[in-house]
């Protein structure tokens, strides 16, 4: 079937939406239906929760020398983050939630996430040669949505001895006061870090 009905190119979405509303207009619904399902078709997102653990999230951002490899900045080791929020609570709080309105913004521009390069929802592996470190609020505005569709690039890993994310200064400041270990968060991550560097 032709459904190029204005005698253009259905070379983008918005192309295919307008021949369906014109299809639509014309009382062609079956006609419309079909242009959708071949041109355009719903495919549902599946949602799907993902918890990695520290040793899998420190060797991503280790490999991707804590950049958010969409944009580009720089990262900063998760626990190092909050070592500083134990230090200066009210200066640099901490929400477990991440509330905006009672954590501090560097939770969000500068805390990694792992995210998939091509969405598990839109049929991307959960593996490791599929995964990216980015930044919290990078991870939010990508969602499920594919890098051609945002024209988005992926970049290349940045430098980890030009930019450690801060991983060495958390080490050394549980090093000196190894009762942080206390805080079961820290130790966690401490582990993390001693097999993957140390």
Known sequence: MNFALLNMPLDTNADIVRDVSVLISLGQLDSASALIRERYPFVPVKKLGRQYTPRQMTAVFLRDGFIDRYRGTKLVFPPALRLISYFLPSEFPYHKNGKMTEGHIAFWELL????????????????????????????????????EQLGWELLPPGDFGAWDGLLGWFVQQIDRAPTLLSEPYFKRWYRATRDQVM
């Open 112 to 147: 990694p996430t792992i995210d998939h390069i091509h969405p598990v929802a839109r049929g991307g592996n959960d593996s490791e040669d599929n995964w990216v470190s980015c930044s919290m609020i990078t991870n939010s505005i990508k969602a499920n949505w594919t890098l």
